[in-house]
């Protein structure tokens, strides 16, 4: 059961990068709120079909209570708020470092796991969350890369963001582990939670000119945001599925290690984009590293 929990976390891990990936390129020149917005509803028809596969409709048509409130929470968390700072910290500091930064929500969610879900940390673990600040501390005092000229205020505000994202996804996480058993599956359990958060991402989109921007956008921006989004989907069912499977403090770390992945695709594919430098690699490398000796010490 072990592998199989590592494997899918892994594969959740790449499939958010790819969403990190995508989504920076898809928010160039576009509102990042509306945006977003859009990478969510793009991905609900990816759920959908999952589900419609399973047969998790005729199985449980619908779950009411405490459940659904909690995973609704959830996809708000996830999706409204922790998506929107993780996009708009991305057009200030690039990919590399935001999708770093934001994966300090492996320390929320471990926090919030072991006070509300009786979860248990060792010293291991607990060396290996220091690591993981230490690599924070390297990717927020790297300058070198700026997207687009960017000036220190941008690249407060971006780390700012970031790190909101963080908390936001942790948060989370350790909500749709409290109640994702009580779905037919962790992809139903998604889906319940993708499309609570459409619901509420609507109120951030008034006033905002939405119909004038959406009509604007060309095919290319259309098709990189359904991938984000599509990714996006699809990694959260993974992260669902191996927190069905194993304690959060176990999961969490893994499915966050898509640092490594955010930056060799980056550096192999962006290079034109943003610079990918020492400092950047190396916070990234001690976020995976630390990440890697919470797993072995639980």
Known sequence: MKEFVVAVSLTAAFLLALRDIFGRMAV?????????????????????????IRGD???????????LAAIGLAGILRIVLARTFLFAGMKRIGSARASSLGSTNTFFAILLGIVFLGEEITLLSGGGAVLVILGCVLLTRSRGGDVSGG???????????????????????AMAKSV????????????????????????????????????????????????????????????????????????SPLTQSRPLFVVAISWLFLQAHEAVNARVAAGAGAVVAGTAMLIVGQ
Not at 57 to 67: A, E, K, Q, Y
Not at 152 to 160: A, H, P, S
Not at 183 to 200: D, R
């Open 151 to 173: 000036t220190m205020e941008d690249f407060v505000l971006g780390v700012g963001l970031a790190l909101l994202s963080g908390l936001s996804f942790g948060a989370a996480t």
């Open 180 to 251: 994702v058993g009580g779905f037919a599956s962790p992809n139903y359990a998604n889906l319940h939670a993708n499309a609570i958060a459409v619901v509420g991402y609507l109120p951030l989109l008034k006033g905002r000119g939405a119909g004038a921007e959406i009509r604007r956008w060309p095919f290319r921006t259309w098709g990189l945001l359904a991938l984000a989004g599509s990714c996006a989907s699809l990694g959260v069912t993974f992260t669902y599925l191996a927190l069905a499977n194993a304690p959060l403090i176990f999961v």
């Open 28 to 52: 160039r020149g576009i509102d990042p709120v509306v945006g977003t917005g859009a990478t969510a509803v793009l991905g609900l028809p990816v759920l959908v079909a999952v589900s419609l």
């Open 57 to 67: 409709f005729t199985s449980s048509p619908f779950v009411w209570g405490w459940p």
